[in-house]
């Protein structure tokens, strides 16, 4: 079972970074791809990056790459987004989830955690 934990969200000037992070507390994230999504107010959920199982292939939004990485630590059971930057667009709540690979569409992913909030101010 993966049951995901974010955190690392927070209120920050424009320019500045973050690092999100989000636990799964099971025993099996080793096997699963996993993705970062976000939502802005009054808008859809969209991909924001995704990493394979072992960390060898990425994939990013056009307007994070180059700002955003994502990482893994599968011996912590973690994945990381580190965020520098930032800028008003990229606030919303952000979201990892697993799936089977390296999907950039949210439907093909099997689980979620709860989301932690970024905002980002001018």
């Known amino acids: 079972q993966v049951q995901l934990v974010e955190s690392g969200g927070g209120s920050v000037q424009a320019g500045d970074s973050l690092r999100l992070s989000c636990v799964d507390s099971?025993?099996?994230?080793?096997?699963?791809?996993m993705g970062w999504f976000r939502q802005a107010p009054g808008k859809e959920r969209e991909f924001v990056a995704t990493i394979s199982w072992n960390g060898g292939r990425t994939q990013y939004e056009d307007s994070v790459r180059g700002r955003f990485t994502v990482s893994r630590d599968n011996g912590k059971n973690t994945v990381f987004l580190q965020m520098n930057s930032l800028i008003p667009e990229d606030t919303g709540v952000y979201y990892c989830?697993?799936?089977?690979?390296?999907?950039?569409?949210?439907?093909?992913?099997?689980?979620w955690g709860q989301g932690t909030q970024v905002t980002v101010s001018a």
């Open positions: 099971g025993s099996t994230f080793g096997k699963y791809a």
């Open positions: 989830a697993a799936a089977a690979t390296t999907y950039t569409v949210q439907w093909r992913y099997d689980y």
